[in-house]
Structures are given as C-alpha cells and as structure tokens.
C-alpha cells in the first residue's frame, strides 16, 4: 500500500475524478491506520475527561474582549497536553505547536476553536445537566470545541502519532460580534506564523456532517446624526436628526438585493436623544450587512453610504437650519472579509471523503466563522463541528448532548481530517 505522504503529495497534484478518488484513497488509508485508531480509542477511554474539560472552560466567563482568564486556563491545558511552545501571543490567541516529521519552521496546519462567547461580562455561566445534556450559554458556541482539539492534542501525544505537516493547536480570541476575528486576523497579518499556515481548520458547532467552505462577508456600521437640538415646542421647525435616521432606514428597507448568493441588511441597534421634550441633538444607529459574494456586499455598502448622505440632505432642505444643519457620522464597526474555499481544494476533498467513510452525508454551506480571514486571503480553510449534537446557539438555554456513542462518533470525524490533511503516518 502507498505511503500516506506519498498519497498527500499525489493528491495536491490532482483534480477532477482522479484527485476524488485520491482524496478517498487518502482519508481510508489515514482511517485505517493504528495510530487513527490508537488515537481514537483515546477519545473513547478519556471521555469523561473530555466533558469534564467542558464544563471546566464553560464555567470561566469569556466576554468579547475579556477572554484572558479562560485563555490562561487554555494554555495550561495545551501545555498538559505535552504540546510544544505553548504561549499566549500578544492579541491574546493560546496556542501549541504539534512538531511533525518536516523540517523545522516549514509548513504549519492549524486547528482552531474560540475561546469567546457573544454574553456580556455578568452572564451566568454555571453548566447545568440532566442526563446527557448539558446546558449553559456558550457551552456549544464554542466551548465544546476547545476540549475537543485539545483532546485530540493528547491522544496524538499519548499515541505518538506521526505527521508530515506541523499542527498548531489555537484557542483564539474575537470571533463573536464586536471581536470581529481579531485573533485570526492577527494569526494571519502579524503572528509568528504568518508566512507558515498553509491550510487552516476552524472546529465551531457540533455537526459534524457540515463543511463550511464559504465565508458570509459582512459590514457594520456605527451612524451617528448630529444637528442643533433645541425644545421641542419651542423650536419646533429645526432639522431634527432622529427624522434623518428614521429616513435611513425606511429607505434602506427598500432596496433589493439578490437571493443568490444571499445578501442581507438590517437596522439592529439605536439610541441617544436627551429627553422627552427636546429635539435631539444626537442619535445613533447600527447597521448590519452580509453576502456571499464580495461584490455583492460592496453593491449593498456603496448603496448604504449613498442613503445616509440623501437622508440629511433632505432633512436639511425640509427644514429650517438656522441653528445648524444636520450631520451623519459613519464610522465602520465591523469588517468581515467573505471569501470561499473551492470544492477541489485539497482540504475540502479530504474532509468530503472522511464524512463519507464515516458514513455520514457531507454539507457544503456558507456562514461566519473565522475561516472567513484565511479564505479571503486566498488560503485553503474550512470550518467542521466538533460532533454530538447541540441547539439554541446564543441563548442563555444552549445545549450540547454529550452521549458518549454519538459524540465520539463525531470527534472521530474531525480527528480524522485533521491527521489526513497533516500526512498522519
């Protein structure tokens, strides 16, 4: 039989049918491999231990922004793992090194889960179980994740598997809301590896039948209206800054987009005024727009900007200005670059083929998740979940079930792609 690195090196040579049929070659050769197995029957001894490291990581608070104590706690569970130059980088990313048998400094692989939930700092985080659940804001988005990679960091170690390829084990900050991929982007722009990462996994969510291979670009903006403000009785006839808002958003709301590739907007947040019988001197509002397509998310922004400036136009020229005119300040709170990893990628073919060695139906789909930096930049990147099941994501009643048969059933999945694509020997 040919070695697994010899079937890597073929695939990445291939495409169309012939690399299909390598990649499958390639993900039954890995799933039949001691070491797989060793490793796999690690996960099933140490499963306790797993949900264990759940809850652990659950119960330590990660607002946006305030992860650092559960990034702490990470980067002692990487260093137990017996991974090597385990640290914390400077925009707060915990990480290991996994050596494998190429040169040192050469190609690295990344597995990566958040460390960040979307509650606000005061979220009660205590997990509560009945059985086979277990429920507590975050525990699936994407707490389960972190314990799952770094189990498969020590049934690596503990087995002494063997790869062609590096692998850095992540716990990154920001990929919620307001984090807007801090971590990765700093993983990608200015962290040591940056010249290194030549295939990246993100593990977020359970399903372990989902390959997420395109990233939903998205764009956010903070707007604020200014304008003289004064008495609502007595001033009665100003520019009011809160009818320039309001025309944002009625207009907005009448511009078509297309379904395919699907792209979206919303009026989501707003605020300010002073009181109930003055006009305002200033109001806020945010907005929220998403696409498939990077040039479809332009088309939307370019629209928006174009609808903010005709809002006060016209509210300056339905009113009296005398005390000032009004003003809309756009400032860009979030920026989510969309992007796409191609069906014949390497990585895609072999996380396609272990699914479907596992017996299980692979899902292509389209979300936000922190692949979205790497696929813009053109790098090879998917997002899979880390097995089980799960629901209410960003809740405060989010639920994994952590039966013991389905859940390392779906670990064994993702295990399995990451040693594939790592030349597991």
């Known amino acids: 039989m040919a070695s697994l690195s010899f079937l890597a090196t073929m695939l990445a040579l291939g495409a169309g049918p012939a690399a299909d049929a390598r990649s499958d070659q390639l993900a039954k050769a890995v799933l039949a491999s001691a070491s797989y197995r060793a490793a796999v029957a690690q996960l099933d001894r140490e499963h306790g231990r797993i949900v264990e490291d759940i809850v652990t990581l659950t119960e330590i608070p990660a607002p946006p922004f305030k992860e650092a104590k559960r990034a702490a706690a990470y980067r002692e569970m990487l260093a137990k ?10 925009e707060g ?5 996994y050596r494998g048998t190429g040169p040192a400094g050469g190609p690295v692989i990344v597995l990566a889960a958040h460390l960040d939930t979307v509650f606000p700092e005061g979220t009660e985080v205590k997990v509560r ?22 189990a498969y960091a020590r ?20 990929e919620e809301g307001p984090g807007d991929l801090r971590g990765v982007r700093y993983l990608f722009t200015r962290g040591k590896y940056k010249d290194r990462i030549k295939a990246f996994v993100s593990m977020d969510g359970t399903d372990a039948q989902r390959i997420v291979t395109g990233g939903v670009g998205s764009k956010r903006y903070r707007v604020t209206y200014k304008g003289p403000g004064g008495h609502s009785y007595g001033a009665f006839g100003l520019v009011n800054p809160m009818a320039a808002m309001s025309r944002t958003v009625v207009d907005l709301y009448t511009l078509a987009v297309p379904k395919l590739p699907k792209t979206t907007y ?26 498939e397509s990077p040039a479809e998310l332009a088309k939307v922004e ?9 809002s006060t136009d016209g509210e300056n020229a339905a009113r009296d200005t005398r005390e000032g005119k009004v003003s809309a300040d756009l400032k860009l709170i979030g920026d989510r670059p969309a992007g796409s990893t191609p069906a014949a990628a390497d ?6 083929s272990v699914i479907q060695a596992k017996g299980m139906t692979p899902a292509a789909s389209y979300s936000s998740t922190d692949s979205n930096l790497p696929m813009s930049m ?12 799960g629901g209410r994501a960003h809740s405060l009643d989010e639920w994994i079930d952590v039966e013991k048969g389905a859940s390392v059933q779906g670990m064994s999945v993702g295990l399995g792609i990451l040693l594939a694509a790592a030349g597991a020997k």
């Open 81 to 90: 793992a017996g991974l090597g130059d385990v640290e914390i980088d400077e």
């Open 93 to 97: 990313n915990a990480m290991g090194l």
């Open 129 to 150: 179980r009945e059985g086979d659940r277990l429920h507590a804001p975050g525990i699936g988005d994407d707490t389960r994740s972190l314990a799952v990679i770094l």
């Open 155 to 174: 049934a690596m170690k503990a087995n002494a598997v063997k790869t062609g390829t590096d692998i850095l084990f992540v716990g990154n900050v920001g």
């Open 266 to 291: 919303a009026a989501s947040v707003t605020g300010g005024g002073t009181s109930v019988n003055s006009i305002p001197d200033a109001v806020f509002m945010e907005f929220d727009m998403r696409s």
């Open 302 to 310: 370019s629209r928006f900007k174009q609808i903010v400036a005709a």
């Open 347 to 352: 990585i895609v073919r072999i996380a396609t």
């Open 378 to 389: 053109g790098i090879p990147a998917i997002t899979i979940g880390s097995g089980g099941k």
